[in-house]
């Protein structure tokens, strides 16, 4: 039984527009959520996180959003470069429990030039 | 960059042999964790270390075993792999055990039983 969906396995955006990622959880005790960059023959690199207290957290381009009673997360970047060509795994956890990670599937983003 | 190597970055071996896959990190950090990527699954956790010879298992444990004599070292093993293991292998490091505390991954070894 998959905790994390990302329901979306890939996404192209033009540069320069919005890219919206999204992410769902059917576990309520999880309290933190993170989001996680990978390319292509690398390991995944941390991007952003948000605690379940907050309902949004901002870096730069990245923002997440947490909606708790719909049990669903976003991430948006803006505006999207074609750097941003990655693939994106949501990730959740109970904050307690040694840090152990529940991944999401992963959505591949395309920012086309 | 966060300290961390993974040997072998790929190998091939056949159904029943034993396979040790290798995570080290120069970080001193506390906590390892042995993840599997698949597709349609993201990545799961195998097993992961909270101190020298400190291990649990994760969501998907079976058929491995792991090892952590150093503090840089932490062993994956296949004791007879299958095809089923074929997967792309990733160990990360973490110096709090908590979800606030990103982890950081190693490169990856992609792994192919035949």
């Known amino acids: 039984d998959q905790q994390v969906k990302q329901n979306s396995p890939s996404l192209s955006v033009q540069e320069g527009r919005i890219s919206i990622l999204n992410c769902d959880y059917t576990n309520s005790m999880f309290d933190y959520f993170l989001w996680y960059k990978k390319y292509p023959a690398e390991g995944p690199t941390f991007l952003i996180s948000i605690s379940s207290i907050k309902d949004k957290n901002e870096d730069g381009r990245f923002t997440v959003f947490l909606n708790k009673s719909a049990k669903h997360l976003s991430l948006h970047i803006v505006p999207s470069q074609p750097g941003d060509s990655a693939v994106y795994f949501c990730?959740?956890?109970?904050?307690?429990?040694?840090?152990?990670?529940?991944f999401g599937q992963g959505t591949e983003l395309s920012v086309k030039p | 960059d966060a300290g961390i190597t993974q040997s072998p970055r790929h190998k091939v071996t056949e159904t029943g042999t034993p396979v040790t896959l290798r995570c080290h990190q120069t970080?001193?950090?506390?906590?390892m964790y042995w993840y599997r990527q698949d597709p349609g699954h993201g990545l799961r956790l195998i097993h992961y270390s909270y101190g020298v010879k400190d291990t649990d298992k994760g969501e998907v444990s079976d058929g491995y075993s792991v090892s952590r004599s150093k503090t840089e070292d932490f062993l994956l093993t296949l004791e007879s792999a299958t095809s089923s293991q074929t997967s792309v292998y990733f160990c990360a490091i973490s110096d709090i055990a908590h979800s606030y505390n990103e982890q950081f991954f190693g490169p990856g070894t992609r792994l192919t039983v035949l």
């Open positions: 970080e001193n950090h506390r906590y």
């Open positions: 990730a959740a956890s109970v904050g307690n429990q040694g840090g152990k990670l529940i």
